[in-house]
């Protein structure tokens, strides 16, 4: 029991890291059905916000709420200078993303250095209940994930944004005959998407070792979420995380990283290929 | 045995029936119509007879096989040719190159030159099939099975946006490739006046069934089917 | 004419270049003669076929393993020749596309976005595996793979030296670009660029799209496991980075630098990018990645068509002709 | 104040309105008919800027908005029922309307209470789906929705497409009763000649990408002929 329930605790903050990162793109590829192949870099800008604010002596805090910020900001710059011109032409932006994600790696690489940097945990301490122990700042990353997971559920399904954001995914001329501005729409859901990714990364910053190759290995397993999931509802996200994100901790904790990795990809393509509308359903992409 | 038996074709997307247990038998060699407002599911009745959809029930036979859940390529190699809607030719090749993939074996491709004739394209047939006019496209399309050569062909609105002479020709095109290649022929159509022209038994559709058959002046002076197309007050009023 | 024309200049002026640029860029033009080959497969399947491959490179690594592992004698001691393992590397390749290409696409098969996703994860698992693989040499792969020996009846010699095996190289080269273009320019070309722009058309003509799908997909893999098969005689090692995600990702710039609708400009694609790289990388140093990014981008924004193949296709064609 | 010169447009390479011209009054209410392919629907999505146009000029209130994007020109006063109703399913009649109202923040919108004056069945079934009601009562929410934008004029694409009969006349009435009690004027497209003779007061007939004829309903009534001739029924 005691082994089993840091296990599982493991497994639930991989999840949740995951779906963050997988909701941000889900945002963009449903409403502008752009693959933002830069997105896992955004979310490696985001960890490099905080290396760079521990740097200059700014307190953590600081940089969970500038993070979303600045990598918002880069969002915008993005979707005004790249993904606008391209939106129409749906494989057309999974290359000029993938050009970009290229670039700002590098970019990455020229500013901070080829290595992999840390930040420190801000909160030390462990939770202790009697012989189970677990390190705070987990807890709090959980719980935090939970909260936005939450709160972006909510902007989508309950606020005037999201009734907007949801007609516009659902009949995009339509919505511009009722005199929405769809293109507003789509920046500003560009950047929510890509404020979360920045978010995520920050959060999860003091848990990893922080590198600039990291953003793949969160990309493809965040498509691979989204698409095991089904692209249509919101809730595909969770499932198709779950599946993804759980498969792959257990069996790297029962097996080995390799197998797990493996096995999930080829779980998630099996899955892919005989279910294309994803296990929670919902429309097929373009 | 008819050359196209259609049993009961039902066919429903979410919750709208397309067609309702629609039944018509075509001979071999006919020309037949098919007539009716917008969404009376005449295209779906195509994408069935074609097997781009399945249908949710019924049975398709075709030269005395049973081609229900066959796919396309199959059913056109047993001889269903198709013209869509929208002129669906292939834009990016050349006029020529355009009926070089339409015609499967080599005996076609050689009456090639003819076939340009045929369909008034003789001019420029290394033209880019994109770049024709919207009238000439729909003639390529017809091109394109006269060359594929089926012993039924499906005519969706072969006049769509063509002018009234245009109109005509193709009429009697269609006419020529019915009596002199016995194609059998069946096609979907809007204009009355081409219809009158192609002078052929007529099939009114409506919320997915056959309303009434007959010729042009019975199917003109049926009330029903003014009604189906003036509104009901009004052809009662007239009544 | 005019096409194959510029084409056969080119060719031409590769074969007389050893004359102008040395030993050493001899060398290094050798390998991305081979990097060109993969280009041209990809081209092949993703500008011609329609197919969106994230993972070219697999092909190109099955190729390489399985010329390593026959011509180091690892399954039969006696059968070393390298055309059985250029043969056998090109059909294994071809099998295991045929065997993919199934599986992606019968039925509702999978195309755009969601073949790009799936090839990338694809290629990952691929690599992950060979990394593990340590029959076949793991992490490190294989090393002492043999140069490829040619053998004319009965006198046999083994292509150490650059100039004879540059020459080879490009030989083989040349034979499959101008086999590739006329195959391209036959009624199957048509076909291709018909199955690509409106396969439901295609099939209500009879055709069955799925077997033009698995045919160009089947022969772009044979041609990128060739390439694999001759490049790991070059190097003299097979490692699990030529199977894997990194090498597909290059190969996809380089054809949309070049041009991917165009055999010519995707080939010459990977060879100037290759050559800028090893100049430029030496002036800008790290910038020289940023700087192809950056490239990257902006010429799929601006010139989807390619950076070459707009002014190659205004020297081929003439100015609003088409050659046909 | 809808005036439309010389205007072409259409898909791709193929041209669909050719030159076409008309002017429309303030608060008139003109039907469009014409067989199907003559470009009806074409025009009116281009006047929305769902298509753009080739050449020519749309002038709408003054203002030439054939260059807007069609959230402003919808927010100019133009409303727009589109053919086969395009409501939204999964949302509630309520959201369906609100998300109209959200288009015309800028400027005053209808208050609720007077769509659900003129059409009560949306106020009982506010908080039902949309997806759930019958093809006559999606295209009274269409209506509702175009006319909370308070615009000055109403496009209208095939209202009554696969609707009731008895819904169908009793629409026609209530948009009757909407455009003389509030000045709307409206641009029909309609092929139902009961739907044209109840609410039109000018018809214009179109052909081939282009306005052929045009007489006011009167005539109409006095004389099919022309009826026959351009719907070849």
Sequence with gaps: MNELFPIILDVSSYILILVLVALGLMIVFGMMGVINMAHGELFMIGAYVMVALQDVGLPFWAGILLAPVIVGFLGLLIEAALIRHIYLRPLDTILATWGLSIALKQLVVLTFGPESQSVTLPVDGSLEIGAFSYPLYRLILMASSVLLIGATFWLFTRTDFGLMARAVIARPATAATLGIDTRRMYRWSFVIGTALAGLAGALVAPIISVDPQMGLGYLVPGFLSILVGGAGPLAGVLVGGAVVGGVNNLLAVWISPVAAMITVYVIAILIIRLKPEGIMGGRRAK | MAFLELRSLVKNFDGLRATDNFTLDIAEGSLNALVGPNGCGKSTLFNLITGVLTPDSGEIRFKGQNITRWPPHKIARLGIGRKFQVPAIFEELTVRENLIVAAKNKSQQEIIAEILAQINLTKDPDMLAGELAHGQKQWLEIGMLLAQAPSLILLDEPTAGMTGAETRATADLITRINRERGMTVLVIEHDMGFIEHLACPLHVMSKGQILKSGNFTEIRNDDEVKALYFGQTEAMANA | MRNNLVALLIFAALAASPLVIGSYWTGQLTAYLVYGLLAISLSLVWGYGGILCFGQAMFFGIGGYIMAVLTKGMILPDLTSSYIGLLAAMAGAALFALALGYFLFAGRGISGAYLAIITLAITLVLERLMNNWYALGGYNGLLNVPPIKLTFFGASFELWDRLPTFYAVLGVVTVVYFGTSLLLKSAYGLKLTASRTHPDRLSSLGYSVLSIRLSVFALSAAIAGLAGAIFVTLDGFASPTLIGFTLSTEVLIWVAIGGKEMLLAAFLGAILTRTAESWLSEIFGNYWILILGLTFMVSVVLLPKGLLATPLEWLTKGKGKRSG | ?233
């Design chain 4, 1 to 233: 104040m809808l005036d439309i010169h010389k205007l072409s447009a259409g898909y791709g390479e193929a041209m669909v309105l050719h030159d076409i011209s008309c002017r429309i009054d303030p608060g008139q209410v003109t039907a469009l008919m014409g067989r199907n392919g003559m470009g009806k629907t074409t025009l009116l999505k281009t006047i929305m800027g769902l298509i753009k146009a080739r050449s020519g000029q749309i002038i709408f209130n003054g203002a030439p908005i054939e260059k807007q994007p069609t959230h402003l020109i919808s927010r100019a006063g133009l409303g727009y029922v589109p053919q086969g109703r395009e409501i939204f399913s999964d949302f509630t009649v309520a959201e369906n309307l609100h998300l109209s109202q959200l288009g015309h923040n800028t400027g005053a919108v209808l208050p609720l209470e007077k769509i659900y004056d003129w059409f009560p069945i949306l106020k009982e079934r506010s908080e039902q789906r949309a997806g759930t009601f019958s093809g006559g009562q999606q295209q009274i929410l269409a209506i509702a929705r175009a006319l909370i934008g308070k615009p000055s004029m109403l496009l209208l694409d095939e209202p009554t497409e696969g609707i009731q009969p008895s819904i169908v006349h009793e629409i026609g009435l209530q948009l009757r009763r909407i455009a003389r009690e509030t000045g709307l004027g409206i641009l029909i497209v309609e092929q139902n000649v009961d739907m044209v003779r109840t609410l039109a007061e000018e018809v214009f007939f179109m052909e081939n990408g282009a306005i052929q004829e045009r007489c006011d309903i009167a005539a109409l009534r006095q004389d099919d002929s022309l009826l026959h001739r351009y719907l070849s029924v």
